[in-house]
Nanobody
């Protein structure tokens, strides 16, 4: 069973950086993780959950450029069953709960995923 767990959230000043991590804490083998398409959503208070970006099993990356505008990158280390969201140049409007997500098919990325993580809070102060 896939169980996504995020970490790395916290409080940072505007202009700072954070790296979020997402791992499968379930009993999947690293070989299974290599087939996952993994991505990130975020949700700010009073707003709908928003797609941030995703990384394909092959390493191809896509972003919601309207929301991140080149400030974020996504990478993965399959040997560790980890996907990372590196966030630079953070702004107060990036404050949100960030959720990790998984899809089996790349064409479904940005739609409702099969699996959600529990979320990690990111707060950016002035």
């Amino acid at each position: 069973q896939v169980q996504l767990v995020e970490s790395g959230g916290g409080l940072v000043q505007a202009g700072g950086s954070l790296r979020l991590s997402c791992t499968d804490a379930g009993h999947s083998l690293a070989t299974a993780f290599t087939t996952y398409n993994v991505g990130w959503f975020r949700q700010s208070p009073g707003k709908e959950r928003e797609f941030v970006g995703a990384i394909k099993w092959s390493g191809k990356v896509t972003f919601n450029e309207d929301s991140v505008k080149g400030r974020f990158t996504i990478s993965r280390d399959n040997s560790k069953k980890m996907v990372y969201l590196q966030m630079n140049g953070l702004k107060p409007e990036d404050t949100a709960i960030y959720y990790c997500a998984k899809w089996s098919q790349w064409v479904e990325v940005a739609t409702t995923p099969e699996v959600w993580g529990q979320g990690t809070q990111v707060t950016v102060s002035l």
